[in-house]
């Protein structure tokens, strides 16, 4: 079942993502950030997040609660490119 992230993607807005897949999250960051992101893993893409940003995070803020939520995920930023990587 296609699952969609309940998103106010304008800077400022809080994002809420109720049973998005890591790779519905990462296409709303790529818009909202201006960022390139890869998901090298494809169990990854499919990992399921339910969780809330206020929307005054930075990407790094974003990506450390996801990783706090998913231990076995962590992620490299080189500019605007992101990795994220499994551990």
Do not use: W
């Amino acid at each position: 079942p296609s699952v969609a992230a309940e998103v106010n993607e304008s800077v400022g807005k809080e994002m809420n993502f109720n049973h998005s897949t890591l790779a519905d999250i990462v296409r709303v960051l790529e818009h909202r950030y201006g960022v390139s992101v890869k998901i090298e893993s494809p169990q990854l893409s499919k990992m399921v997040f339910v969780t809330s940003f206020a929307g005054t995070e930075s990407i790094q803020e974003v990506l450390d609660m996801l990783c706090r939520l998913s231990p076995e995920m962590g992620y490299h930023i080189d500019g605007s490119r992101i990795t994220i990587t499994q551990r």
